[in-house]
């Protein structure tokens, strides 16, 4: 046995993300998303599943936060549906959209539970859509303004603001490969989009300073670090061309590098910036969040679009498929302690795991528990990684479970459980498995396995 510690003040959390999470899509006045359209194409969601009710936690929300401070969660990431908001994307500001936010937190407040809102985790107005989307620079007025009314309405009760979620995913999933909404196939559209989630995310910081509040504002990542598939030179450089792509287009930029030579040369792909556009992505940022599920090894390969392709691990996989590789957490820590260190004129850029799980077809068995064994192991070894890299001193500050409940695993449906908690979603039953104790346990200084 091993016994693990954590800086007194880590922050323990858990993620959720409100079209996954919130149901309640007609009402209190929300508008229309892109996953509402999204998931009502044939075929583009497993079983044509959507959000529509999802885990009720529109209604359920305080019943939903009693169970974190059971647990001992410290702070609830949670984003803002932007239609509930502004339910065209732009125009009318929806107050009861911001009530329900208000009355989210003040419900965490009761148990002293930090609010950690993400401005955007992929629920786009569908008419925002309509005029391009991510692909459009329109889209950066749409943002600015949103963001804004965010910070004003509810920067009171917010304790740590995160701008975007995954821009990889938003970019690449829905305007590349199209899996995710809106569901686009298109290079140059992927790459502009990319562009414009970096520009906004400096938008809403600098609109967030101008409005003086206090509370940290960084953004989540989900990076690539990988290895290559063999040893040969070509594999090498493969990983070169992965980090590039899908890692470095989104950190260098907001670290005021610009973008990637292998990518505007070698691949020849350029980005729609205008002057004074790399200023205002790079706007010191008070932390870095990352999301971490598993790692593959790269392979070159020439046919494939930018030179690399992602091979199978010889390690074990979740129901996703994804290999369970905590060693490969612990690299990306290391590398991004290392990256970002001095940027802004500051020693180190807090980190936080602002995601981090694993999905198992969970049952409730006949003792009316969730005996999620998997999940537990999968926990240790990822837990036993962050305290291993905070001894080393990297800043790691805090660790966010993916997710609180299951819920809509975006194109794969309700049939990917990656809850602590779970879900009946005839009855709407929470009910927390084998693992929220096992967190509860960790999180009061029992971490011993
Ligand atoms: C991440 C997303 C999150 C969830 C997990 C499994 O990419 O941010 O919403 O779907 O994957």
């Given at each position: 046995m091993e016994k693990y510690t954590f800086p007194g003040d880590f922050v323990w959390g858990s993620a959720t993300a409100s079209y996954q999470v919130e149901?309640?899509?007609?009402?209190?006045?929300r508008g229309e998303s892109i996953w509402d359209t999204f998931a009502r194409?044939?075929?583009?969601v497993y079983a044509g599943e959507n959000g529509d009710v999802a885990c009720d936690h529109y209604h359920r929300y305080a019943e939903d936060i009693a169970l974190m401070a059971e647990i001992g969660l410290k702070s609830y990431r949670f984003s803002i549906a932007w239609p509930r908001i502004i339910p065209d994307g732009t125009g009318k500001v929806n107050p009861e959209g911001i009530a329900f936010y208000r009355k989210l937190c003040e419900e965490l407040r009761k148990y002293n539970i930090a609010a950690c809102a993400t401005l955007y985790h992929w629920d786009l107005p569908q008419p925002l859509e309509d005029a391009?989307?991510?692909?459009?620079?329109?889209i950066l007025s749409a943002f600015e303004t949103y963001a804004k009314v965010c910070f004003q309405e509810l920067g009171d009760m917010v304790d740590t603001w995160i701008t975007i979620n995954e821009p990889y995913c938003i970019a690449y999933h829905g305007y590349l490969r199209g899996f995710h909404a809106p569901g686009h196939r298109d290079t140059n559209k992927a790459l502009a989009a990319v562009h414009h989630l970096n520009m906004a995310h400096g938008i809403a910081v600098r609109e967030y300073r101008k409005l003086g509040l206090q509370a940290p504002i960084g953004i989540t990542w989900n990076l690539v670090t990988p290895r290559p598939a063999t040893a040969s030179a070509a594999d090498a450089k493969a990983v070169t061309y992965a980090m590039a792509f899908d890692t470095d287009v989104f950190t260098l930029p907001c670290l005021?590098?610009?973008?990637p030579e292998l990518v505007t040369k070698d691949l020849q792909y350029s980005f729609p910036v205008k002057d004074g556009d790399f200023e205002a992505i790079a706007q010191p940022i008070d932390f870095i969040g990352i999301n971490y599920y598993a790692e593959s090894p790269v392979a070159a390969d020439d046919s494939a679009p930018h030179k690399f392709t992602y091979k199978p691990s010889w390690h074990e996989v979740t129901a996703m498929g994804w290999p369970i590789v905590p060693g490969g957490l612990e690299r990306q820590l290391i590398w991004l302690a290392d990256l970002t260190?001095?940027?802004?004129?500051?020693?180190e850029i807090p980190i936080y795991i602002t995601e981090n799980g694993c999905a198992y077809n969970d049952e409730v068995s006949a003792d009316g528990k969730v005996h999620d064994r998997k999940r537990i192991e999968y926990l240790q070894q990822h837990l036993a990684v962050c305290a291993n890299v905070i001894q080393k001193g990297?800043?790691?500050?805090g660790y966010y479970v993916w997710s609180l409940l299951d819920n809509f695993e975006w194109s794969y449906g309700y049939t990917k459980r990656f809850g602590i908690i779970h879900v009946d979603y005839k009855t709407q039953k929470r009910t927390p498995k084998d693992s929220a104790y096992f967190l509860r346990d960790v999180i009061a200084g029992f971490a011993e396995w």
């Open positions: 149901g309640a899509i007609r009402e209190g006045g194409k044939p075929g583009a391009g989307g991510w692909a459009d620079r329109s005021g590098r610009g973008y260190k001095g940027a802004f004129g500051k020693a990297i800043p790691l500050k």
